[in-house]
């Protein structure tokens, strides 16, 4: 016993620290506060009490450790306590910009895209890292062995005064026991809510404990289904392709992505005239869907015709796929096509490149190739690299993309060739060469900008930068458009100009995307330049970023291929879109949603949080109502469709029995119940 009373004092004198740190650090950001939380006094004291414990547990382990005789078990501590160190101040810095803690996929996002994350904070905030290295150094350099001298000292005067040892160890069983009536107490609130305050809003450590402990509710199987899905067997694409090899009609094939292209941009000409004049001359659909506020999700979502939704948690592309995944430049190559991928941007990110590399493309130029196409070896450092080869966060100017673009098409001579392009210029900082003068004024940034956050104020400077950014892609896509021209490629071709997401600017409390789902960020134009500009209308229903291969398939006259879970946008009435549900997933270190909307309705469901909002967008497409209370049976039934297709999507990626046979099972549409009941 007296052994373990001085550990265990020790360890309460240090978590005590620590836990009046996090009180002073929550004051700070006292909007966001659980300490300004509207729950009864006691509740805050249980859950300040809880945070105590944890803090705790973790030094009883850390002075345990120490205090042992073995040189690994030293070796442990010091790794421990400057890991959690490092951690607790990312996470307090999280906090104060878009108040969240650090949580476990948040600590995996860091792990899978570590360089790619340092150089987007060395492009905004030089500063922040220097501060940050130099934290990482203080560390254990300083701070450590400071800690191991406190320790001895409390040892010995611990050891020293009985008096003192008694008083403190019963002092803290009181504490336990009334942490343990207030856990027990009938008029304490309810443990859900608990639970909620617990995991976002008390403390980093109690953040990634109740990450681990308690999984995120609301992911349930659903009795009632209304969903009218099909399920497809896999085929040989050798096979499929013979099928449609006689009726394929062979025209070019561009499909461009531009980072974070909002639908309003295009209202007029003033930023992006190229494109607008584009859209006199085209099929222009600006209520695009698109099935993710993330890159990583989004962007293969509209290659692959497949939502993204695969598992619990964010899912890192693995370097071995099991499941079968039919791209459309695979359909295309099989049927004879020349095919590449053009990107601006590190395909990396996320470990896209495992799901992009089919085997399909005839180049894969991103911002780790060379100027002649080829990869990078793996043994080369990414930051090295992309310091000596790029200006904008692993990014390639999109100049050069349109260039090595150009030189690749004039080189084949031939038409029948595809390829993807994506231009990152519009993502956050929103950047563009010295040479390019920008046409938006003010937009120099002389404050604190991250991609979590800027002052709100500075939202006008931070929109010209925008506009700025999407002026200098427009003209790339200016260049592009005349390259086609020159080349006699422009009246057969099939161009698809879309946005990969939209971009908020604090509409709801959040910049740039990644996070919630709502209209600023998950709705982008599209625009379907159709050959000989046989097609110009513009169609304001719904539509997805799934839709885009089986609508390239239209246009070649080649059937959708069975692994694709949209649908033709032209074979399809807008009435069959009206009962078709849209459904939408983002899993960032930020946010866990998913989304349908369905004839109108829009119903999010917030995992982490644990909220879910209901818009009528017929009315109020800013979503400023949430109608969750005032239409309760719609958000209901609604939100059985959701949590139906979320569960479908889960089971079919964690059984091998089924994706070894089948592809993805696709919806068609709402049964007839409930359609009729919404559109009462």
């Known amino acids: 016993m007296k052994k373990i009373q001085p550990i265990f004092l020790i360890a309460c004198f240090f978590a005590g620290i620590l836990s009046f740190t ?62 959690f160190f490092i951690l607790y101040a990312i996470s307090w810095e999280l906090f104060t910009t878009i108040h969240q803690f650090l949580t476990v996929e948040g600590i995996r996002f860091l792990v899978h895209n570590h360089w790619q994350i340092i150089q987007h904070i060395l492009q905004t905030s030089y500063g922040l890292v220097v501060l940050l290295i130099s934290f990482i150094l203080f560390i254990p350099l300083l701070l450590f062995p400071l800690w191991l001298r406190s320790l001895e000292v409390l040892t010995r ?8 040892l008694r ?86 094939v561009i499909l461009i992505m531009v980072e974070s292209l909002r639908t309003d941009v295009l209202n007029d000409d003033r930023v992006m ?13 600006p209520n695009t869907f698109i099935t993710s506020s993330t890159s990583d999700y989004a962007d293969v979502a509209i290659l692959s015709s497949q939502y993204p939704l695969r598992s619990q948690e964010h899912y890192y592309y693995p370097e071995r796929i099991g499941y079968s995944r039919v791209l459309i430049y695979d359909v295309l190559k099989a049927l004879g096509y020349k095919t590449g991928i053009f990107s601006a941007q590190n395909e990396d990110w996320g470990n896209m490149r495992n799901y992009l590399n089919t085997g399909s493309l005839d180049i894969f130029f991103d911002a780790t190739s060379h100027p002649e196409g080829s990869y990078v070896n793996k043994e080369d450092r990414y930051f090295s690299a992309w310091v000596r080869r790029t200006e904008t966060a692993g990014k390639l100017d999109d100049a050069v993309v349109v260039e090595q673009a150009s030189d690749w098409i004039s080189k084949l001579g031939r038409k029948d060739f595809f390829i993807s392009m994506n231009l990152q210029r519009s993502h956050f900082p929103y ?44 003209q790339q896509l200016g260049r592009l458009i005349q390259f086609l021209k020159n080349q006699k490629f422009y009246e057969d071709s099939l161009i698809i100009v879309t946005g990969d997401s939209g971009e908020a600017f ?9 996070a919630d789902l709502y209209n600023e960020v998950t709705v982008v134009p599209m625009v379907i330049k159709t050959p000989h500009s046989s097609l110009k209308m513009v169609r304001k229903d719904f539509v997805q970023h799934i839709d885009i291969p089986p609508t390239i398939c239209h246009f070649i006259d080649v059937k959708p291929h069975p692994s694709f879970q949209g649908s033709d946008i032209l074979e399809v009435s807008h009435l069959s879109l009206e009962d078709r549900p849209v459904f939408m997933s983002v899993q960032s270190t930020i946010t866990a949603q998913d989304a349908i909307v369905l004839d109108g309705w829009k119903f999010i469901k917030d995992y982490q949080q644990d909220k879910e909002f209901l818009f009528d967008l017929n009315k109020d497409f800013n979503e400023q109502q949430n109608l969750i209370n005032e239409k309760q049976e719609i958000s209901r039934l609604l939100r059985e469709q959701l949590l139906a297709w979320r569960d479908t999507q889960l089971d079919f990626y964690a059984d091998q029995s089924k994706f070894e046979q089948y592809y993805p099972p696709r919806v068609l549409s709402v049964d007839k119940e409930l359609s009729d009941f919404l559109h009462q």
């Not at 005067?157 to 003192?164: C, D, L, P, T, V």
């Not at 005239?273 to 659909?285: R, V």
């Open 273 to 285: 005239p190229h494109l607008f004049k584009l859209i006199q001359d085209s099929l222009y659909l």
């Open 506 to 514: 604090f509409e709801k409390g959040l910049s740039c995307h990644g």
């Open 431 to 474: 950047t563009w060469p010295e040479t390019y003068l920008p046409p938006f004024s003010p937009y120099e940034i002389t404050f604190r900008a991250v991609f979590t956050g800027y002052p709100k104020s500075k939202v006008p400077i931070m929109k010209n930068r925008y506009f700025n950014a999407l002026a200098y892609v427009d």
């Open 22 to 83: 996090d009180l002073i650090l929550s004051f700070k950001n006292h909007e966001y506060s659980l300490f300004f939380h509207p729950i009864p006094l006691t509740s805050k004291l249980h859950l300040f009490l809880l945070n105590c414990s944890f803090n705790i547990l973790f030094f009883l382990i850390l002075v345990t450790l120490v205090r042992a005789k073995a040189r690994i078990a030293c070796w442990i501590s010091a790794i421990a306590f400057n890991a």
């Open 157 to 164: 005067m611990f050891e020293s005064n009985n008096r003192i």
């Open 167 to 252: 008083r403190g160890f019963w002092g803290v069983m009181v504490w336990i026991g009334f942490l343990s009536y207030l856990t027990v107490s009938p008029n304490f609130f309810n443990g859900k809510m608990l639970i909620h305050l617990a995991r976002n809003e008390c403390s980093p450590q109690a953040t990634l404990i109740f990450d681990l402990l308690v999984p995120h509710q609301g992911i349930s199987i659903v009795k009632e289904n209304h969903l009218m899905m099909t399920w497809t067997k896999n085929i040989a694409l050798n096979d499929f392709a013979r099928e449609s090899a006689t009726s394929v009609k062979k025209i070019p």
